[in-house]
């Protein structure tokens, strides 16, 4: 029997338009999978031939996630060019900023983006809220949101929730999939907790917006340092920070660490999520500045999941190619040399496998040409996994000490071998370990910059840009998804080439011209899909990733509704 | 009464930033008075959950999108209660997006959302290209959007002043980096 293809579009629960595609054989196992992002993003061409101290506020508006990232990026590839070193109070005020970013991303993506993945939320209202409460306890010294009050109260929202028809966020998901793994007092205690994250997210969205000197798009940084000197300088908005950093760290420590060592323990049999990952080469990049000298997270490359070795990274061998994405020039171009020209191809018609689980006509890529927007990064010619399974394993292998005792400790409360961090479920627990790091040790970088504002209070570091100089220079960091990279060339005084290589696009760029897959696609060859019309475990890969495909086209989507009464007549005025 | 006006929308995708754009165009153009009431003009961009320690310290919000509707055309511009309108929204599969509307939705789970209204126009899809330059069919939508803010202000008791003339063309051009005069109040 042929092969039957899988459409699932679009699978982010966030920013950005990407379509997975794969082909099933008869026992529904993947034998090929297409990333592909349906989106053009022309970022690079609205900067060029501007300001390059403008590059940063256009960068932020790339994307509603990763806009601090972003911007800072923007920031710090053009210091990079003209050789500036901001001052360490600039450093670590970033560093602050960024510390605040993770927290709140990764909790978001772990609760609001993942967490329907792995909880089943019609299964929690089965639950006994008393039995669940007692459970609670045996992943978190301190838990939060499960006394047996909150449980019921929980219970008693979401079905009231569900009684009215707003089921929100829990529309439509597959409830009663097979490969869901938690007992419903489990399900009730990460329902809890996904309800409590809301509020927590709150709190993290303020510590962001902390240093920013404005709210929402942050304009504190700025070429040579930042501007929120005010702020440093005052102890109540100091206090502030650390108040809400320690309402996120309690909430990491005793709700998602716990939560994530409960499913560990639950789906560790499950094998959707305990495959060996597809690409098994990882790079990251050194992040969070604790002081003058010291990153929370290393740089370094590990190849075929070896953890006996790191390599450092030579800059210079990272190219992006586009033999199959929509771009005119294929070959491997170093970002400096980068180019951007659109070259459209296409879809092609093709029957697939529709939500009914029956056949329909459907538009697919073309793989053997051009199918993604996405372009293909590669390190040395290989496809490499960048993101917090990265930063994890390779401060982990290179003795980190404050990464090592968060691993180990999540290795012996699961029972999990080393080799399970390669995974899935890993990847998952990756991100909780990162945040956890981050929780545990950030203060670090706050306890520096207060110390160092004692003595040294400067914030900005001046510079002149010479129009008939060259410049070039880039940012290279890591990000909640991964390593990020910007790279610029300043030619008199403006932007002359702009590329930004995202982690979304190590991730989930196509396939390059050797025929190797990135590791979106990689990750699924091989998975068993019990239900083709329920593709949760397709959904689970990918979503651990945390995708974002940069770029939001923002639509309301309100199809399907009866809108017209409240169309504004244009001679009439206002109908409703 | 504090009543925030929030543009939301990318604008580095032509029509779909003109939520973002429109309340500069707008922030630029008038003056608000009001005896008791403050006005505060943010734009969002297409920062979602991100805004929502901003919306919920109001009392009146109006969210400015593009939205998708049936039967509809580039232009088109709709104005509606959050919760009149119909409940559904279209979360694809358990694979959906994170943005505006799902915004809302989670303040309300939260229940603290504000009375909010949504003033959203069809954008026209201008696919292939990066720049400022906006469709005519949207740049035509303004006057009506602006008429429908007048009118939804005056009923809250807040007048709306010329104080100088500018396109939603000019702005569009500056949103990126320009800074709010009616920024947030509260």
């Given at each position: 029997m042929a092969n039957k293809r899988v459409i699932v579009d679009p699978i982010t629960r966030i920013e950005g338009h990407l379509?997975?595609?794969?082909?099933?054989?008869?026992?529904?196992?993947?034998q090929n999978a297409y990333s592909t992002s349906t989106l053009w993003r022309g970022l690079e061409t609205i900067v060029k031939n501007r300001d390059p101290r403008d590059a940063g506020f256009l960068m932020q508006r790339i994307c509603?996630?990763?806009t601090f990232s972003h911007y800072r990026a923007g920031i710090e590839a053009v210091e990079d060019a003209?050789?500036?070193?901001?001052?360490?109070?600039?450093?670590?005020?970033?560093?602050?900023?960024?510390?605040?970013l993770f927290m709140h991303d990764h909790v978001v993506h772990f609760y609001h983006l993942h967490g329907l993945d792995w909880v089943d939320v019609v299964s929690a209202l089965d639950a006994d809220p008393a039995k669940a409460s007692k459970e609670a306890f045996d992943y978190a010294e301190f838990p939060i949101a499960t006394g047996e009050n909150d449980l019921k109260k929980v219970k008693t929202r979401v079905k009231e929730f569900v009684a009215k028809g707003q089921l929100g966020p829990f529309a439509n998901a597959y409830w009663g999939h097979k490969t869901y793994r938690l007992t419903p007092e489990q399900n009730l205690i990460l329902l809890s907790h996904y309800l409590k994250a809301l509020e927590v997210q709150r709190e993290l969205a303020k510590l962001m917006a902390m240093f920013g000197g404005k709210q929402p798009h942050p304009q504190s940084l700025t070429v040579g340092g930042v501007t929120c000197v005010m702020d440093l300088l005052d102890p109540s908005r100091m206090g502030e920070y650390l108040t809400l950093f320690k309402v996120g760290a309690d909430f990491i420590e005793n709700a998602y660490q716990a939560d994530v060592v409960m499913a560990a323990k639950m789906f560790k049999d499950e094998p959707s999520v305990?495959?060996?990952?597809?690409?098994?080469?990882?790079?990251s990049h050194k992040e969070m500045q604790l002081n003058r000298t010291e990153f929370l997270f290393d740089s370094g490359i590990i190849e075929n999941g070896d953890l006996a070795k790191v390599f450092e990274i030579n800059e210079d061998l990272i190219t992006e190619e586009a033999t199959h994405s929509w771009y005119s020039d294929n070959e491997a171009l170093h970002p400096y040399e980068g180019k951007t020209n659109p070259n459209y191809t296409g879809f092609r018609d093709m029957d697939t496998v529709g939500p009914d689980g029956k056949m329909i006509h459907?538009?697919?890529?073309?793989?053997?040409?051009k199918y993604s927007w996405i372009k293909s990064p590669r390190y040395d010619g290989k496809p490499m996994e960048v993101g917090p399974l990265a930063a994890i394993l390779i401060s982990y292998a290179k003795g980190n000490e404050k990464i090592v005792p968060l691993v180990n400790d999540f290795l012996a409360k699961t029972g999990l071998p080393k080799a399970a961090l390669f995974t899935t479920l890993g990847r998952t627990a990756a991100r909780m370990i990162q945040s956890r790091a981050i929780a545990k040790h950030g203060l670090e970088a706050f306890n520096t910059l207060i110390e160092n504002l004692k003595v040294d209070q400067d914030t900005y570091t001046s510079y002149k840009i010479d129009k008939d100089k060259e410049y070039r220079g880039r940012f290279i960091g890591d990000v909640p998804r991964g390593m990020l990279s910007h790279w610029i060339r300043i030619k008199n005084g403006v932007v002359e080439n702009y590329q930004a290589v995202v982690p979304s696009t190590w991730n989930a760029g196509p396939i390059d011209s050797l025929g190797q897959m990135g590791p979106y696609e990689a990750n699924l060859v091989g998975l068993k899909v019990q239900d083709l019309s329920q593709p949760l475990e397709i959904i689970r890969v990918i979503h651990s990733f945390d995708p974002c495909i940069a770029c939001a086209v923002h639509v309301m989507d309100k199809k399907g509704n009866d809108l017209g009464t409240y169309k504004v007549d244009p001679i009439y005025g206002l109908s409703c | 009464m504090n009543i925030l006006i929030l543009g939301i929308g990318n604008i580095l995708f032509q029509d779909e930033g003109i939520g973002a754009h429109f309340i500069h165009y707008l922030d630029e153009k008038y003056e608000f008075e009001a005896k008791e009431s403050t006005v505060s003009i943010v734009d969002g961009g297409t920062l979602a959950q991100r805004l929502i320690p901003e919306i919920v310290k109001y009392d009146e919000v109006i969210v400015i999108d593009c939205i998708d509707a049936d039967n509809s055309k580039p232009g088109d511009v709709y104005f509606f209660d959050y919760h009149k309108a119909p409940s559904f929204i279209n979360w694809q599969g358990s694979a959906h997006e994170v943005e505006m509307l799902q915004t809302l939705n989670m303040i309300d789970m939260n229940k603290d959302l504000p009375q909010t209204n949504v003033l959203g126009v069809i954008p026209k899809r201008v696919a292939d290209d990066t720049t400022f330059e906006l469709s005519k069919e949207i740049i035509d939508a303004v006057k009506l959007m602006e008429e429908v803010i007048i009118k939804h202000l005056q009923k809250l008791d807040i007048e709306m002043k010329i104080k100088r003339e500018v396109t939603i063309e000019e702005i569009a051009q500056i949103s990126f980096k320009r800074d709010i005069i009616n920024g947030p109040k509260i």
């Open positions: 379509r997975i595609e794969v082909e099933v054989d008869e026992n529904n196992v993947i509603g996630v990763c003209l050789g500036i070193v901001p001052p360490l109070n600039a450093k670590l005020t970033r560093s602050l900023m960024n510390m605040a305990t495959a060996p990952a597809g690409v098994m080469n990882f790079m459907s538009k697919v890529v073309d793989e053997k040409g | -």
